[in-house]
């Protein structure tokens, strides 16, 4: 346990207090106060993203919590508010566990991004008056450290470039305060006069992201309900992106744009603006979020972004089920919006009582886009009733579209799916059958044991029917009951039909792990597979069939089994084609989503840092 360690100063980088602690101390060598703090001498000196935070805070006996020093002195929550949950709890893991040099940033997608990390740090000269009269020392404030900031965003004055780099590749175990280098020629940065209103806003945008606290944005809904007021969607729900981004140019100016590191190219079809507005799983700077926010006069807070926008209004909603009695009126209470992931608009789900839902894309513009429909998803009982109704009629098939309000072909499938439905009642009614004649059967085999009367003789009717229609079950019981029959052989030769089945298994295993796409080896799978009156026999028999089963148990998989070797096969899929194989790409690939098993995403893992 330490016995000191500095207080922790308002909006300071855990990495200033670190150095603080450094010349505090009296350290000769950098790696002795790395060594103190995290009882390792490798952990590098990380100006925004640091980590092993845990053995940190336990060294210090818990004075300050991981979390504590996350959400206050690192910043991780300039990033937050855009991840997903699941990205968020995984560099967090990083950050209190360690990881591997630059796996932290490379999960963020900075290295990839066009939007660099700062060259240097960075001070502000009344930040320091004001912390020298309160604290009797300047410090590195983390919100002047932000890519895209160089203006404070308390004084809204121009931030001094030092010769501190922000990337310490080139220094790994090097903390420098900033008092260190008050004294050399720092330099304030160089920009246009007219852009002053932009950095300004960028500052103070990026100081409200540090100040929130784990709070999940999605924006997009957001941004799309002020590109609809702006103008920019279509009546069909389509973006214009050339008018969008030609006034998003004009709105920044190609210059400014350019030194933020968020240039537009009016050429490309796919630009980081494309990206940002259609919503897809691609990470975006946080700085190109908030151009876009500004760009659109959204106000930016976490009360307005966090809470729930409504693009199909207040209830109640129309139900547009023409083959209801109620049809058109509004008596719909509850509608479930949802995100469209290829136009990244809102859809909107409506489910009425008489058990017809539709949905639609949204917003609504004008009241008349309430009684519209985009898709029906469930016709519901009213609405099959009729159906039914209308086919027992002499009326045309487009007849019957027009009174349902649907067109000629769906009546027509909706009718023969109706037919299918009664077939499968049929099938269930026949079942019923079954079992009824099962329980008379079960009756009559007791009576026939103790009567000593040949069952056939005593109940001929449900024996024939049973034999015709379940014979392997007949006779399981028969045997049951020590009853035999003339009308087959009691002796089945297991052992034979154990090796019989063994070949057929065994080709049915190699023939799946032959397909084109991974197929998932069930028992049910390969009894599919062998065809015939094998499946029957097989899943009901694997007890008397040792061999077959033992070959089963050794290649049925789990799936956590199955999806390893789904990544496997998409890994090797992808490094046919492809030098370098993304972690998005290959679980697109594999078919696969997060959360991920554990095992599967240890080796998910393994196959993305090869």
């Given amino acids: 346990m330490l016995a000191y360690f500095p207080s922790l100063y308002p909006d300071e980088l855990l990495y200033s207090a670190i150095a603080r602690y450094h010349i505090t101390t009296g350290n000769n060598a950098q790696k002795q106060t790395i060594y103190d703090l995290f009882g390792n001498s490798v952990v590098c000196a990380t100006v925004d993203l640091p980590s092993h935070l845990g053995i940190l805070s336990k060294n210090?006996?818990?004075?300050?919590?991981?979390?504590?020093?996350?959400?206050?002195?690192?910043?991780?929550?300039?990033?937050?508010?855009?991840?997903?949950?699941?990205?968020?709890?995984?560099?967090?893991?990083?950050?209190?566990?360690?990881?591997?040099?630059?796996?932290?940033?490379?999960?963020?997608?900075?290295?990839?991004?066009?939007?660099?990390?700062?060259?240097?740090?960075?001070?502000?000269?009344?930040?320091?008056?004001?912390?020298?009269?309160?604290?009797?020392?300047?410090?590195?404030?983390?919100?002047?450290?932000?890519?895209?900031?160089?203006?404070?965003?308390?004084?809204?004055?121009?931030?001094?470039?030092t010769k501190v780099q922000y990337s310490t590749r080139s220094k790994k175990f090097e903390f420098i305060t900033l008092t260190e280098v008050l004294n050399d020629k720092n330099e304030k940065m160089s920009i246009n006069p007219s852009w002053m209103d932009h950095l300004v806003s960028v500052a103070k945008q990026s100081a409200v992201l540090l100040s929130l606290e784990n709070s999940f944005i999605n924006d997009h809904t957001i941004l799309l309900q002020h590109l609809n007021r702006r103008g920019f969607i279509t009546v069909g729900g389509r973006i214009r992106f050339n008018q969008l981004i030609e006034s998003f140019c004009q709105f920044y100016g190609n210059e400014f744009l350019k030194f933020m590191q968020c240039e537009v190219n009016r050429n490309y079809s796919e630009t980081w603006l494309h990206k940002l507005f259609r919503g897809t799983d691609t990470i975006s700077h946080p700085l190109r979020h908030l151009l876009a926010i500004r760009f659109l006069e959204c106000d930016f807070n976490k009360k307005t972004l966090s809470s729930g926008h409504k693009p199909f209004g207040e209830g109640p909603w129309p139900c547009l089920n023409k083959a209801a009695a109620h049809y058109g009126e509004l008596i719909i209470q509850q509608c479930k919006v949802t995100r469209s992931s290829k136009s990244g608009l809102p859809v909107g789900e409506f489910s009425c009582d008489c058990g017809f839902v539709y949905s639609r894309s949204g917003p609504d513009n004008t009241y008349k886009d309430q009684f519209t429909i985009g898709r029906i998803k469930h016709f519901g009982h009213v609405w099959k009733g009729k159906l039914?109704?209308?086919?027992?009629?002499?009326?045309?098939?487009?007849?019957?579209?027009?009174?349902?309000?649907?067109?000629?072909?769906?009546?027509?499938?909706?009718?023969?799916?109706?037919?299918?439905?009664?077939?499968?009642?049929?099938?269930?009614?026949?079942?019923?059958?079954?079992?009824?004649?099962?329980?008379?059967?079960?009756?009559?085999?007791?009576?026939?044991?103790?009567?000593?009367?040949?069952?056939?003789?005593?109940?001929?009717?449900?024996?024939?029917?049973?034999?015709?229609?379940?014979?392997?079950?007949?006779?399981?019981?028969?045997?049951?009951?020590?009853?035999?029959?003339?009308?087959?052989?009691?002796?089945?030769?297991?052992?034979?039909?154990?090796?019989?089945?063994?070949?057929?298994?065994?080709?049915?295993?190699?023939?799946?792990?032959?397909?084109?796409?991974?197929?998932?080896?069930?028992?049910?799978?390969?009894?599919?597979?062998?065809?015939?009156n094998v499946p029957i026999v097989l899943e009901k028999n694997l007890s008397k069939l040792p061999k077959t089963n033992v070959f089963l148990k050794k290649h049925v998989e789990s799936t956590e089994q199955f999806q390893i070797r789904k990544l496997v096969w998409a890994y090797e899929e992808l490094r046919a084609t492809e030098y370098f194989v993304q972690g998005w790409k290959l679980l697109r690939t594999a078919g696969l989503k997060n959360p991920l098993l554990k095992k599967v995403e240890e080796k998910f893992e393994e196959l993305v840092l090869k």
């Fill in 60 to 161: 210090l006996n818990n004075l300050y919590s991981v979390d504590f020093f996350i959400q206050n002195h690192t910043l991780f929550p300039y990033y937050i508010p855009f991840l997903k949950k699941i990205e968020v709890e995984r560099i967090k893991r990083y950050m209190i566990e360690g990881s591997p040099w630059g796996m932290v940033h490379s999960v963020l997608g900075i290295p990839a991004s066009k939007v660099k990390q700062p060259d240097c740090l960075k001070f502000c000269e009344l930040c320091i008056h004001d912390d020298v009269s309160n604290y009797h020392e300047a410090y590195w404030h983390r919100s002047h450290q932000v890519p895209g900031v160089v203006v404070c965003p308390k004084h809204r004055e121009i931030l001094f470039k």
């Fill in 388 to 532: 039914t109704e209308l086919n027992t009629l002499n009326l045309s098939l487009r007849a019957r579209a027009s009174m349902l309000g649907v067109d000629p072909g769906t009546v027509k499938r909706q009718s023969n799916l109706l037919m299918i439905h009664l077939e499968k009642q049929h099938r269930r009614d026949i079942s019923l059958q079954k079992n009824i004649r099962w329980e008379r059967f079960v009756i009559s085999l007791k009576r026939s044991k103790a009567s000593q009367v040949p069952i056939r003789k005593l109940n001929p009717k449900d024996y024939m029917w049973l034999y015709r229609n379940d014979k392997e079950r007949l006779f399981r019981t028969m045997d049951k009951y020590k009853i035999k029959s003339n009308i087959r052989s009691q002796n089945i030769d297991w052992k034979q039909r154990d090796e019989t089945f063994l070949n057929e298994v065994e080709r049915a295993v190699v023939e799946i792990k032959a397909s084109v796409k991974p197929q998932k080896i069930t028992v049910a799978k390969v009894a599919r597979t062998v065809g015939g």
